[in-house]
Each structure stands twice: as C-alpha cells, then as structure tokens.
C-alpha cells in the first residue's frame, strides 16, 4: 500500500512537471514566443541606432561647416546662388 502511495506521488509529480514545462509560464513555446521578440526588438534597436548615427553625423556637419547648410537649404529649398540658374531635370517614365 504505501509502495503505491509513493508511486502515485511521484507520477503526480511528474504530470505537474510536464504540465508546467508545456504550457506554463516558462514553458517551452512562451520561450521561444519571447526569443522571437527579442529578436525584433533587437533588428528594430539596430535600425534606429543606425538612423541616430546618420543624425548624429548631420549635427556634427551642422554644427563644423557651412558647406552642409549650403547643400541642404540647395537641395531642400531650391535655393540658388546669385548669377545661378536652377534647372530640374526629371527622369523620363
């Protein structure tokens, strides 16, 4: 009788286990639910450290010389030079 006691703990035991590994809250598909988010969230991280550098560089530029102002207010604004003509040229479709 107490042979059997012991078994039935100790199967009890194991059920409980398996459930918990199985569909607990560390379980094996929640871990790998969070490895995919982290993983995303990693590529999202190192998209936007990327898009800060550049900004960064563009202080930088900003803040050295005035070539860069020069080329964005062109670029953006379509500012010209005095004597200067300005001539758009589109790509043909």
């Known amino acids: 009788m107490g042979r059997?006691?012991?078994?039935?703990a100790l199967l009890c035991l194991l059920v409980i286990l398996q459930a918990q590994l199985?569909?607990?809250r560390g379980s094996v598909p929640a871990v790998s639910r969070l490895q995919d988010q982290l993983a995303a969230q990693?590529?999202?991280?190192?998209?936007?450290?990327?898009?800060?550098?550049?900004?960064?560089?563009?202080v930088r530029d900003l803040k050295e010389g005035l070539e860069m102002?020069?080329?964005?207010?062109?670029?953006?604004l379509g500012m010209v030079k005095a004597n200067e003509?300005?001539?758009?040229?589109k790509p043909a479709k």
């Open 85 to 89: 003509i300005y001539v758009l040229i």
């Open 22 to 24: 199985w569909f607990g």
């Open 42 to 58: 990693q590529q999202q991280n190192q998209q936007a450290q990327i898009a800060n550098d550049r900004l960064a560089a563009e």
């Open 4 to 8: 059997r006691i012991v078994s039935a």
């Open 69 to 76: 102002v020069e080329e964005k207010a062109r670029r953006e």
